[in-house]
């Protein structure tokens, strides 16, 4: 079992800047690979970016492509999303997800609100 939890949510304008964490509990943290996902109003969950266990593979979505950046620190069990020049569009509910090896993510944190004002 692994639990997640997402912060780093908030209001900011079109432009600027925000960091996502999410802080892991559970399995050996360095054998999971991590996600993040969001859900905008009356859309269904999508990908955003992924990373695996050593970084060293990490696609993104192409609506995010240049602007986010997933990291880990296995150290400290947590995986950040830095999302910089933030559009409305970007407005959602961004969710951590976990999942062991190359099988599905099936870990999931509660979300945490992210809102981008123009």
């Known amino acids: 079992q692994v639990q997640l939890a997402e912060s780093g949510g908030g209001l900011v304008l079109g432009g600027g800047s925000l960091r996502l964490s999410c802080a892991a509990s559970?399995?050996?943290?360095?054998?999971?690979?991590m996600g993040w996902f969001r859900q905008a109003p009356g859309k269904e969950r999508a990908f955003v970016a992924s990373?695996?266990?050593?970084?060293?593979?990490?696609p993104y979505a192409d609506s995010v492509k240049g602007r986010f950046t997933i990291s880990r620190d296995n150290a400290k069990r947590t995986v950040y999303l830095q999302m910089n020049s933030l559009k409305p569009e970007d407005t959602a509910v961004y969710y951590c997800a976990a999942a062991e090896g190359g099988g599905p993510f099936k870990y999931w944190g509660q979300g945490t609100q992210v809102t981008v004002s123009s």
């Open positions: 559970g399995r050996t943290f360095s054998s999971i690979r």
């Open positions: 990373i695996n266990w050593s970084g060293s593979i990490t």
